[in-house]
């Protein structure tokens, strides 16, 4: 059963209260737009309204002579240094130099005594522009003589990515059955409930502190220091709380720079707070893609070849688009054994918002084309979806074709328990007409192999302090916590280690003036990299306790335990222990609830050994090991990663014929974390990422209008699931011991997002016999294809994505024939 | 997005409001509930120097409904009010369905009837069901009063008949007769904090074991609310039936004029008012007969 | 020129100067009364990060100007909870596991006030319905639902208990 693990732990694998909720239920949290420094001023960006354009000149006298402005910049003013993600990669300045590449693109920026006179003072800002094509549709974007968005990419594009292992042609000439299909959804935003908001405080003595709403404290102070020229240990980034990242936070962002670069023209502290149109204009989310995928399967419904080409939409500029590329091929190699593949990407810049990662990044589209496909490969040949997915997925210790060791991986169980919770025997085949229930499964990575710089720096370092008197333990670690529980699994941890109750665990986090490095909250790396380092320093520091006992008492440190903020061992030998507890009672004369009897406490022993030798420190570091990763595959080493998830969802779904409308009744998910660390916070991502899948599937997109704006930034228009949009769902979690995660755990909080979109198209085939191809099904789309399979006759009907999409992929197709994969 | 800069105003009697609106003409605007006027000014859709808060206005918030002279709804009268309202919900329950549909509770808690009706928009939720029971408003001006159907208030997206220093004051429902049944189905993308993509409002009355009159309300498929007089007549005077729905229904799909944005193409739209219109004179024929 | 409004936030007595076209969130928010629980999310009513209780009754509070909510009580996430103890719904929602990044939770927990102050044992449909206009990009609701299920239990048994 997939519920309950039998285990002795005290606080892993429980429920408790997690860090900075009850703050939060009570409005004491303080996110970065509920900070105010004195003397502080509001920034404010004025963004370009053309998609792509030359600068000509920028005329700021006005806004400068408004009163109440204290500065105002443009590019001129500024370092030109650029920045982004990945160094190789870096094109994006705080302002725009000589052009601006989409609506949105920041071009000055202005800091003023309140909103008001900012907002104003943006709007006396007159801006030259001479007006370039806008390059919108990638056919166009791609074509030959292309104007360039950035000079140095040929036919804009930004990466292309041709790999192949085995032969796939060869095999597909050989299968039983070949299918190919296309498939295409839109870009999509992050819509975390928090935009952006960031307060700069560079102060005279040189020192700058950026508190911001982020989920990359280091990379966010790397870039700064580096944009700026400032030394790295004067530039301090705090992530306060934050409401919601999910990827698009994962970089330095323009509003961050500015806002620093405004600190310093005006002397004073900066707070710049985006507003939601802001926010979908800065995107940083998932790009756009058009897929075609060719699968050859034998007669046994083995997988036998596999090829994919994909075009993928990146926007004005390359974020962490190189890296989307190489995802997009990757993370099709599991969770089925596939001996031969070939996969043909290209990510191209259009003049639009910036494409990055969302949860899931690199894993969502793909997937969602890759389930449907075989579910229509299962149907051919009359295999139930479960049936062909349990023929072919790899186990814990098999080796994916592009090298990834799956150290742990129980997709049978997610398999198995989602196919029990939900029913599937009683219900498939078995529903009445309309109703439907589709299954989709994937796997993702734990955490990067590589940092986003080459660095041999650990990826997380943890240090923790015994508190002087014992009473707790401080527990500093540069990860960030953006609500999903990141600082509550590193209490955990070190709770579990020390026998620690988990109040007196306080965490320190995503702070690089105080605590060591980490990379961050991306990639899904922190459960097992931070948590990794966090166990290392536990361990450290329980040793220094359990060791100077022993050299007090003459007896091993295996003897000794520490469980329930108490040492127990310790009661052997009355003497010494009541020599240690006088000393204790007598320094804290006075106060209350000191111990009395039994064995020695936490504090005790925490007490004696810093009056005795100074300050307990425990550190930790975590780096991945060396990696396995296949030479063959170009570009594996992205998406190597210490571990991998896998997860299967299951939709229920009912379509209304006559319009289209598309219910979803229930989803089922079952995720195998290796380990749930914290049950329910495990399970939250599970439903958050139903609900967060279901949007993708239905709702959402964003809309552009022929000049490249964006038609629906607002919450009103882009659509994420409200609370009557998702049913009841259910969250399995799902436990497989990763040997090489913190006690046994790995990642949750994307993979879980990949099967769901596959699952309701696979859901909707089953109650109508349409397969929608193009995302979101939107019930237009539905009833569409409706319509087109009655008049067919058929029993199935594939809505295919529209001619444009289809010259997009043969312009890709052509440009891919004869490129090297070696 | 901040507002913009504008002087408020609140006249605690009509007198004061029409001269403030006059010495202001052209600058100035009234705010009922805010809910839509607000976001306005914040997107920069409109600008006004001067903004007349109605909230004070007691001749804009008489309720009052007796069984001889049906309902009047005060301008000012609130769509959560109109949601909960025990009498509402039993004589004039579509409308309470409708504002029930209305944005959310947050909205619904200041958005106010008159707001809803004079923001003149094809998808509003009140409208249809306002139409569908016949209603007619009563603008008052300092020179006097008139009243006008709600049908003919309409002459476009936001524009409607009201004239320079006139506020709607309130809306007037005569009684409902017996043996009406009504439906208002509306459809978005999602199942909540949509605005319609399409609407339909039926509204049937049966004497003599057929149906006396009909009234059928297409909302957000023309540039205002309009009825189908094609489909109405098809159901007047003749028994109901599953038959006739469906002919009255292809009626109503065949007189809109469905525009194409990016919600929904005009062809869904048009779709969507045969369904709906059918499956809304079903929910409101079953009110009260049988049928086949 | 600023005009002066009275008004009870959290049954304490305010008067405070205000713009006319200040919002009641950005003064909630603003140095007079300093009360940052109340977030912005859309400014524009379509997600409830802004929701507080108005005369007991939930609005968006970036769609009321400070000055219409002269004369009102106004509710906000600080005021729920009791003489330093965590109001039920507040103690529901953390125990529940409704709690992620937390920007939408004092929408929420409002919501479920204004809920459960007007219907004591609400249907999980009944809470759906109630939590339209609050957005959660996080937990996809569940847990919100269970949160809203046991506050009510929590809140039936004080009235029993004396």
Same mark, same amino acid.
């Given at each position: ?156 594009? +930004? ?26 959804n839109?870009?999509t935003d992050g819509a975390c409930l928090e ?48 409401g919601g990242a999910f990827g698009v ?36 989310a998932r ?71 969302l949860r899931g990044?690199?894993g969502v589209?793909?997937r969602a ?49 989602a196919?029990?919770?939900s ?15 589709g299954?989709a499964?994937s796997?993702f ?37 953006i609500g999903q529980g ?38 899904s ?122 997860q299967t969802c299951i939709a229920e779904v ?8 598309l219910t979803i009744d229930h989803l089922t998910l079952a995720h195998? +974390? ?6 329910k916070a495990v399970e939250g991502q599970l439903e958050g990422s139903m609900c967060h899948g279901l949007g993708e599937a239905l709702f959402e997109e ?13 919450l009103?228009?882009y659509k994420i699931p409200t609370v009557l949009d998702v049913p009841e769902m259910k969250a399995i979690i ?14 949750v909080g994307e993979g879980c997002i990949l099967p769901v979109v596959p699952a309701i198209i696979?859901a909707?085939?089953?109650? +109508? ?6 995302l979101p099904i ?45 | ?27 100035? &605007? ?74 959310s ?13 004079? &923001? ?69 993308i999602r199942k909540a904090m949509e605005? &319609? ?22 909302? &957000? ?72 | ?40 999310g859309?400014?524009?009513?379509d997600c409830g990060a ?43 929602f953390?125990?529940a596991g409704a709690v992620q990044c937390g920007f939408c939770t004092?929408g929420m927990?409002?919501k ?12 999980r449909q009944?809470i759906r319905k109630?939590f339209v206009g609050n957005l959660c990009r996080c937990t996809g609701y569940f847990k919100i639902i269970n949160a809203v ?14």
């Amino acid at each position: 059963m997939a519920e309950t693990t039998v285990h002795e732990y005290s606080i892993l694998n429980t429920s408790p209260v997690r860090k900075g909720v009850p703050e939060k239920a009570t409005g004491q949290a303080r996110y970065t737009a509920d900070l105010s420094l004195p003397n502080m001023l509001v920034g404010a960006i004025l963004h370009s309204p053309l998609a792509h354009a030359r600068i000509l000149n920028i005329d700021v006298t006005k806004a400068k002579n408004l009163p109440g402005v204290r500065a105002v910049l443009t590019a001129k003013d500024i370092s030109h240094i650029k920045f982004g993600f990945s160094p190789a990669r870096f094109d994006e300045t705080a302002l725009a130099i000589d052009k601006v590449r989409y609506v949105g693109d920041e071009i000055a920026a202005v800091a003023a005594i309140d909103e008001q006179t900012a907002k104003e003072a943006l709007e006396l800002i007159k801006v030259d522009y001479e007006e370039l094509p806008a390059l919108l549709d990638p056919f166009d974007t791609m074509a030959e003589d292309a104007p360039l968005i950035h000079k140095e990419y040929a036919r804009n594009i +930004c990466h292309e990515v041709h790999n192949e292992v085995g032969n796939a042609d060869k095999r597909l000439a050989e299968a039983y059955l070949v299918r190919s299909d296309r498939f295409m959804n839109k870009k999509t935003d992050g819509a975390c409930l928090e935009p952006y908001a960031t307060l700069a405080d560079y102060d005279l003595s040189g020192h700058l502190t950026l508190w911001t709403s982020t989920q990359v404290s280091h990379y966010v102070q790397r870039s700064v220091a580096m944009v700026l020229q400032l030394p790295l240990d004067r530039v301090r980034v705090i992530a306060p709380y934050v409401g919601g990242a999910f990827g698009v936070k994962a970089s330095a962002g323009s509003h961050e720079l500015i806002a620093c670069m405004l600190s310093m023209h005006a002397g004073c502290p900066i707070k710049i707070v985006m507003d939601r149109e802001q926010a979908f204009w800065r995107n940083r989310a998932r790009h756009q893609y058009y897929h075609e995928m060719t699968i050859g399967v034998a007669k046994d419904g083995k997988i036998l070849a596999h090829k994919h080409l994909a075009v993928i939409d990146g926007g004005a500029y390359s974020s962490l688009g190189v890296i989307t590329v190489y995802y997009n091929g990757s993370l099709l190699h599991g969770p089925y054994a596939i001996p031969n593949i070939r996969y043909d990407g290209y990510r191209i810049y259009t003049n639009k918002p910036t494409s990055g990662c969302l949860r899931g990044h690199g894993g969502v589209s793909n997937r969602a084309c890759f389930e449907t496909q075989l579910d229509l490969v299962a149907e051919e040949m009359k295999m139930d979806p479960i049936e062909i997915r349990m023929k072919n997925v790899l186990q814990s210790g098999d080796t994916t074709k592009s090298g990834y060791h799956l150290s742990s991986f129980n997709v049978r169980e997610c398999l198995q328990e989602a196919r029990a919770y939900s029913g599937w025997g009683k219900k498939k085949n078995k529903l009445p007409k309309g109703k439907g229930i589709g299954v989709a499964t994937s796997y993702f990575l734990s955490g990067s192999g590589s940092a986003n710089y080459h660095t041999d720096i650990p990826h997380s370092t943890v240090v923790i302090k015994v508190a002087d008197d014992g009473s707790g333990i401080m527990l500093y670690t540069g990860s960030n916590e953006i609500g999903q529980g990141s600082d509550t699994v590193v209490a955990m941890i070190a709770a579990e280690v020390l026998g620690l109750d988990l109040n007196d665990v306080n965490v320190i986090s995503g702070d690089t003036g105080l605590c060591p490095a980490d990379l961050g909250a991306y990639s899904s790396r922190q459960t097992l990299m931070t948590g990794n380092a966090t166990k290392q320093a536990a361990e450290s520091v329980k040793k220094q306790l359990l060791d100077e006992m022993a050299r007090r008492y003459g007896i091993a440190s295996s003897e000794f335990e520490l469980r329930q903020g108490k040492v127990y061992g310790t009661e052997k030998n009355r003497e010494v222990l009541d020599n240690i507890r006088n000393r204790y009672r007598t320094e804290h004369r006075h106060f209350t609830n000191l111990p009395k009897e039994g064995p020695l406490t936490f504090a005790e022993v925490a007490r004696l050994i810093y009056a005795e030798s100074g300050s307990i420190l425990g550190k930790g570091t975590y780096s991945p090991p060396e990696l396995q990763y296949s030479k063959e595959w170009k570009g594996a080493v992205i998406g190597a990663s210490p571990a991998y998830s896998t997860q299967t969802c299951i939709a229920e779904v009912t379509v209304d014929f006559e319009t289209g409308d598309l219910t979803i009744d229930h989803l089922t998910l079952a995720h195998d +974390c290796g380990f749930a660390i914290n049950r329910k916070a495990v399970e939250g991502q599970l439903e958050g990422s139903m609900c967060h899948g279901l949007g993708e599937a239905l709702f959402e997109e964003m809309i552009f209008d022929d000049k490249g704006r964006l038609m629906n930034a607002s919450l009103g228009d882009y659509k994420i699931p409200t609370v009557l949009d998702v049913p009841e769902m259910k969250a399995i979690i799902i436990e497989s011991n990763e040997p090489n995660g913190p006690f046994g755990a790995k990642e949750v909080g994307e993979g879980c997002i990949l099967p769901v979109v596959p699952a309701i198209i696979n859901a909707v085939r089953d109650a +109508c016999g349409v397969v929608i191809m193009e995302l979101p099904i939107s019930s237009e789309r539905i009833l569409k294809a409706l319509k087109a399979k009655e008049a067919s006759g058929e029993a199935l009907y594939i809505y295919k994505p529209p001619a444009s999409a289809d010259r997009i992929i043969d312009q890709a197709a052509k440009l891919s024939a004869g490129a090297a994969t070696r | 997005m901040i507002l913009p800069r504008f002087k408020f105003i609140e006249p605690e009697a009509l007198e004061e409001a029409f001269e403030i609106m006059e010495q202001n003409k052209g600058d100035a &605007a009234f705010l009922a509930g805010g809910t839509d006027l607000l976001v306005n000014l914040k997107k920069k859709v409109v600008n006004h120097s001067v903004i007349i808060s109605l909230e004070k206005l007691a001749e804009l918030k008489n309720i009052g409904y007796s069984n001889e002279k049906g309902l009047t709804l005060g301008a000012m009268t609130r769509i959560s009010d109109i949601e909960e309202s025990p009498v509402l919900r039993e004589k004039y329950p579509i409308l309470a369905i409708a504002a029930s549909k209305l944005g959310s509770p947050q909205i619904r808690n200041r958005a106010t009837l008159g707001g809803n009706i004079c &923001a003149a928009r094809p998808a509003a939720d009140t409208i249809g069901p306002l139409i569908a029971y016949a209603a007619t408003v009563r603008l008052v001006s300092k020179d006097g009063e008139r009243r006008q159907p709600l049908e003919e208030f309409f002459l476009g997206p936001g524009k409607t008949i009201i004239k320079e220093g006139e506020i709607l004051a309130d809306i007037q429902l005569s009684t409902v007769p017996a043996n009406t049944g009504a439906s208002y189905i509306k459809y978005g993308i999602r199942k909540a904090m949509e605005i &319609a993509m399409v609407s339909v409002t039926t509204l049937l009355t049966f004497g003599n074991a057929s149906c006396q009159s009909a009234r059928v309300v297409l909302g &957000a498929v023309a540039p205002t609310f309009i009825r189908s007089p094609q489909a109405e007549d098809v159901l007047s005077g003749k028994i109901f039936s599953r038959d006739i729905a469906g002919q009255a229904a292809k009626l109503a799909a065949g007189c809109c004029l469905p525009i194409c944005d990016m919600r929904a193409s005009a062809e869904y739209r048009r779709e969507l008012v045969e369904v709906l219109t059918r499956r809304s004179l079903l929910e409101a024929a079953s009110q009260c007969v049988n049928f086949s | 020129m600023k005009k002066r409004i009275a008004l009870k936030i959290n049954n304490q007595d305010y008067e405070l100067l205000v713009a006319d076209n200040e919002t009641l969130a950005q003064v909630l928010r603003g140095t007079q009364v300093n009360l940052t629980g109340t977030k912005q999310g859309c400014e524009i009513g379509d997600c409830g990060a802004c929701t507080v209780l108005m005369d007991g009754k939930p609005v968006n509070s970036c769609l009321v100007l400070a000055v219409q909510a002269s004369g009102h009580e106004i509710t906000t996430i600080e005021g729920l909870a009791r003489n330093g103890k965590l109001h039920p719904i507040q103690e529901a929602f953390i125990e529940a596991g409704a709690v992620q990044c937390g920007f939408c939770t004092p929408g929420m927990i409002l919501k479920a006030k204004a809920l459960l102050d007007t219907n004591t044992k609400p249907t999980r449909q009944e809470i759906r319905k109630a939590f339209v206009g609050n957005l959660c990009r996080c937990t996809g609701y569940f847990k919100i639902i269970n949160a809203v299920e046991k506050a009510s239990e929590m809140l039936r048994e004080e009235e029993v208990k004396p």
